[in-house]
């Protein structure tokens, strides 16, 4: 069984940065996709950054050039690197994983079969 555990979200001003970490346990093959999601208030979830299993990283446009997602296999981590903070960035992020071949995008949250409980992030103006 696959568990993800987020944590890093807190509260910030416009401009500020944040990590979150997500912690995976059970097995995690390399064909594994994983991903950051994020869902405001009344929204539905959005794909933020994808990691695709051959290595491919995609980014949502809102988030491109402030957002950096990235992963240690050592500790079994996916992280994601927020900067420059905006107050439409507000929202419960979650992390997410999918046994899948690579190719087909990595920002559907219909793609994914894994979830964690989500870390949330509030960014005031």
């Known amino acids: 069984q696959v568990r993800l555990v987020e944590s890093g979200g807190g509260s910030v001003q416009s401009g500020g940065s944040l990590r979150l970490s997500c912690v995976v346990s059970?097995?995690?093959?390399?064909?594994?996709?994983m991903g950051w999601f994020r869902q405001g208030s009344g929204s539905e979830r959005e794909g933020v950054a994808g990691?695709?299993?051959?290595?491919?990283?995609e980014y949502a446009g809102s988030v491109k050039g402030r957002f950096t997602i990235s992963q240690d296999n050592a500790k079994n981590t996916l992280y994601l690197q927020m900067n420059n903070l905006k107050p439409e960035d507000t929202g419960m992020y979650y992390c997410a994983a999918v046994d899948a071949p690579p190719g087909y995008g990595t920002l559907y949250s219909r793609k994914y079969n894994y979830w964690g409980q989500g870390t949330q992030v509030t960014v005031s103006s």
């Open positions: 990691i695709d299993s051959d290595g491919t990283i």
């Open positions: 059970g097995y995690i093959a390399s064909s594994y996709c």
